[in-house]
């Protein structure tokens, strides 16, 4: 401290009592520090430490006396913050070590002062590493358990409640563990995904998007490229089902965006497999758009997409992933096929799906295997329709009754209704084809059977397909069996399948009904030369004429309904000459 307790305002006044510019010159060292020390009553050391600073400083003389009272005063303010600071309540090395540094600042030692400084600021700042270090293990912990009840939610089928546990779970992890917020931030979105894809959320499927989407701003294909990448293709799947539910294109022409920007990433090279089940999943998107569209170029982009996706997903590696590309390859040519002349692609698509067959199997995957089955028997029906023969009708049959050993109406209802469908219009085709009644009666137990499950409140469009298609197996019954009472019963379906396909809600479907009902009330109209049947089945027959010839622009078909109508026109005509 100072000597003689003198106070700083006594130092101060002694210097600026002093004409320190003309006793004191470092060039010509008029005085000694000892003289000026004693001369200012100012310890020798602490003075020391002052002219030290001032020749490090190269403070010119005019200011040396301003100088020095600053430094008089801002040595004696910090000694005594240090020592209130050396009182205080902190850890004891703190303490002591901020208060050796005081005792080293009161004899002008600023070097070890300094150094015992830094020692505290070390010792603070290790304990400010192992606080954090304890509070991201204890962040890390709490996201661990919060992803463990996500995981109990989604047993649960409570998806959207697992969601907000894995967004919490990502919120707490620190910001130096990207990978593992990453992961829980593609829990939340698979599970967003699961409750739009197994409760037909749409909502769900959006915030799905969202956080994918400011995933990509997070995680850069720059500084993260697989993750950017993996996130660009999740972000196709959630592209992909929304679009699959909505009329228009845009969600699947995006998915297909976001595809072909995971694949610039997940190269072939890179990751083998990833780079594959991303070529399916954008041959999957490619196919739904194709199947909406009258140009084939989509569909021929799925199916190059399909055999990229072989070349690396093979049997030997994959079995069952490359059974369900080769099934996925199938549908996608079979829809080509059905637009073409030849039977080549529909040919083609039968050997894609058997090939599947031999690794989904009954033993190893009975639904995958059921559903193959199906997908196998719509191209055979596809080809036998090009036939003049049955065999290829006859194994579609086959086909169709092979699933239903595994879709069965308590197990999957909704998948042994559509089977039931399926198998009810081969059984017509066949039934139009020959002479006899047998296929039209199981084409008409069929569509009953699909009916007990598709009810009108449980899936309309559908309830609608099965009224419809049954009314067409009906009118052929009972036309070719002159029974009134089957063609009867073939106008109360198509009724019944109007109040569902409407003229607003599916155009060409309505217009199709419309056609049908309008033939079936011709033939019992000419049969019980009845007036109003006639002139309903000419309402009917004109409406359906509308829809495809003005609004759908189907012009090819002017002939076709041209006929319909005449025939109409001219029992009408026969009647009123009676």
């Given at each position: 401290?100072?000597?003689?307790?003198?106070?700083?305002?006594?130092?101060?006044?002694?210097?600026?009592?002093?004409?320190?510019?003309?006793?004191?010159?470092?060039?010509?060292?008029?005085?000694?520090?000892?003289?000026?020390?004693?001369?200012?009553?100012?310890?020798?050391?602490?003075?020391?430490?002052?002219?030290?600073?001032?020749?490090?400083?190269?403070?010119?003389?005019?200011?040396?006396?301003?100088?020095?009272?600053?430094?008089?005063?801002?040595?004696?303010?910090?000694?005594?913050?240090?020592?209130?600071?050396?009182?205080?309540?902190?850890?004891?090395?703190?303490?002591?070590?901020?208060k050796q540094a005081a005792e080293a600042l009161e004899v002008g030692d600023y070097d070890g002062a300094d150094q015992l400084l830094a020692e505290t600021e070390a010792v603070d700042r290790q304990a400010l590493?192992?606080?954090?270090?304890?509070?991201?293990?204890?962040?890390?912990?709490?996201?661990?358990?919060?992803?463990?009840?996500?995981?109990?939610?989604?047993?649960?089928?409570?998806?959207?409640?697992?969601?907000?546990?894995?967004?919490?779970?990502?919120?707490?992890?620190?910001?130096?563990?990207?990978?593992?917020?990453?992961?829980?931030?593609?829990?939340?979105?698979?599970?967003?995904?699961?409750?739009?894809?197994?409760?037909?959320?749409?909502?769900?499927?959006?915030?799905?998007?969202?956080?994918?989407?400011?995933?990509?701003?997070?995680?850069?294909?720059?500084?993260?490229?697989?993750?950017?990448?993996?996130?660009?293709?999740?972000?196709?799947?959630?592209?992909?089902?929304?679009?699959?539910?909505?009329?228009?294109?845009?969600?699947?022409?995006?998915?297909?965006?976001?595809?072909?920007?995971?694949?610039?990433?997940?190269?072939?090279?890179?990751?083998?497999?990833?780079?594959?089940?991303?070529?399916?999943?954008?041959?999957?998107?490619?196919?739904?758009?194709?199947?909406?569209?009258?140009?084939?170029?989509?569909?021929?982009?799925?199916?190059?997409?399909?055999?990229?996706?072989?070349?690396?997903?093979?049997?030997?590696?994959?079995?069952?992933?490359?059974?369900?590309?080769?099934?996925?390859?199938?549908?996608?040519?079979?829809?080509?096929?059905?637009?073409?002349?030849?039977?080549?692609?529909?040919?083609?698509?039968?050997?894609?799906?058997?090939?599947?067959?031999?690794?989904?199997?009954?033993?190893?995957?009975?639904?995958?295997?059921?559903?193959?089955?199906?997908?196998?028997?719509?191209?055979?029906?596809?080809?036998?329709?090009?036939?003049?023969?049955?065999?290829?009708?006859?194994?579609?049959?086959?086909?169709?009754?092979?699933?239903?050993?595994?879709?069965?109406?308590?197990?999957?209802?909704?998948?042994?209704?559509?089977?039931?469908?399926?198998?009810?219009?081969?059984?017509?085709?066949?039934?139009?084809?020959?002479?006899?009644?047998?296929?039209?009666?199981?084409?008409?137990?069929?569509?009953?059977?699909?009916?007990?499950?598709?009810?009108?409140?449980?899936?309309?469009?559908?309830?609608?397909?099965?009224?419809?298609?049954?009314?067409?197996?009906?009118?052929?019954?009972?036309?070719?069996?002159?029974?009134?009472?089957?063609?009867?019963?073939?106008?109360?379906?198509?009724?019944?399948?109007?109040?569902?396909?409407?003229?607003?809600?599916?155009?060409?479907?309505?217009?199709?009904?419309?056609?049908?009902?309008?033939?079936?009330?011709?033939?019992?109209?000419?049969r019980q030369q009845e007036k109003a049947a006639l002139e309903a089945a000419l309402t009917a027959m004109q409406g359906a004429s509308d829809v495809y010839l003005k609004e759908a622009q189907q012009t090819q078909?002017?002939?076709?309904?041209?006929?319909?109508?005449?025939?109409?026109?001219?029992?009408?005509?026969?009647?009123?000459?009676?």
């Amino acid at each position: 401290m100072i000597k003689n307790n003198e106070s700083i305002n006594d130092i101060r006044e002694k210097i600026k009592n002093t004409a320190i510019k003309n006793i004191l010159d470092f060039n010509g060292n008029k005085l000694s520090v000892e003289e000026l020390s004693k001369y200012l009553g100012v310890p020798t050391n602490i003075l020391s430490s002052f002219l030290r600073i001032l020749r490090d400083q190269d403070i010119p003389n005019d200011q040396i006396q301003e100088t020095l009272i600053n430094l008089a005063e801002r040595h004696v303010e910090l000694t005594e913050r240090l020592h209130t600071l050396a009182r205080s309540n902190d850890a004891p090395e703190i303490t002591r070590r901020r208060k050796q540094a005081a005792e080293a600042l009161e004899v002008g030692d600023y070097d070890g002062a300094d150094q015992l400084l830094a020692e505290t600021e070390a010792v603070d700042r290790q304990a400010l590493i192992e606080e954090r270090e304890a509070l991201e293990r204890r962040q890390l912990s709490a996201a661990v358990t919060l992803s463990q009840r996500g995981e109990l939610e989604s047993a649960r089928l409570n998806y959207r409640e697992a969601a907000e546990h894995f967004a919490k779970a990502a919120g707490l992890v620190p910001a130096s563990d990207a990978e593992a917020r990453f992961g829980y931030l593609m829990q939340q979105t698979l599970a967003l995904d699961a409750q739009g894809n197994e409760f037909g959320a749409k909502l769900a499927l959006t915030e799905a998007i969202d956080v994918y989407q400011l995933m990509l701003v997070e995680y850069t294909r720059e500084h993260a490229p697989l993750q950017w990448a993996r996130t660009q293709n999740s972000l196709g799947n959630a592209l992909s089902t929304l679009g699959e539910r909505e009329s228009g294109a845009e969600s699947l022409d995006a998915a297909v965006v976001a595809y072909r920007a995971a694949l610039e990433e997940r190269t072939r090279e890179r990751v083998p497999l990833q780079w594959a089940r991303t070529q399916m999943n954008l041959g999957n998107a490619l196919w739904s758009l194709g199947e909406r569209e009258s140009d084939p170029e989509n569909l021929n982009a799925a199916v190059v997409a399909y055999q990229a996706a072989l070349e690396e997903m093979t049997r030997e590696r994959v079995p069952l992933q490359w059974a369900m590309t080769q099934m996925n390859l199938g549908n996608a040519l079979r829809t080509l096929g059905s637009r073409e002349s030849n039977t080549e692609r529909l040919e083609q698509a039968i050997e894609a799906h058997r090939a599947a067959l031999e690794e989904r199997t009954r033993e190893r995957a009975p639904l995958q295997w059921a559903m193959t089955q199906i997908n196998l028997g719509n191209a055979l029906v596809d080809l036998g329709v090009r036939e003049s023969g049955t065999g290829s009708l006859e194994k579609a049959i086959k086909a169709y009754n092979n699933a239903l050993m595994e879709y069965k109406r308590e197990r999957v209802p909704l998948d042994w209704a559509q089977t039931q469908i399926n198998l009810g219009n081969v059984l017509l085709l066949l039934g139009e084809r020959g002479s006899g009644t047998e296929h039209l009666e199981k084409a008409i137990k069929a569509y009953h059977n699909a009916l007990l499950e598709y009810a009108r409140e449980r899936g309309p469009l559908q309830w609608a397909v099965a009224q419809n298609n049954l009314g067409n197996a009906l009118s052929f019954l009972g036309e070719r069996e002159n029974d009134t009472e089957r063609l009867e019963q073939a106008v109360e379906a198509y009724r019944a399948a109007l109040e569902e396909r409407t003229r607003e809600r599916v155009p060409l479907q309505w217009a199709r009904t419309q056609m049908n009902l309008g033939s079936t009330l011709c033939i019992l109209g000419k049969r019980q030369q009845e007036k109003a049947a006639l002139e309903a089945a000419l309402t009917a027959m004109q409406g359906a004429s509308d829809v495809y010839l003005k609004e759908a622009q189907q012009t090819q078909y002017e002939d076709y309904f041209k006929g319909l109508v005449e025939v109409i026109k001219e029992a009408l005509a026969a009647l009123d000459s009676k």
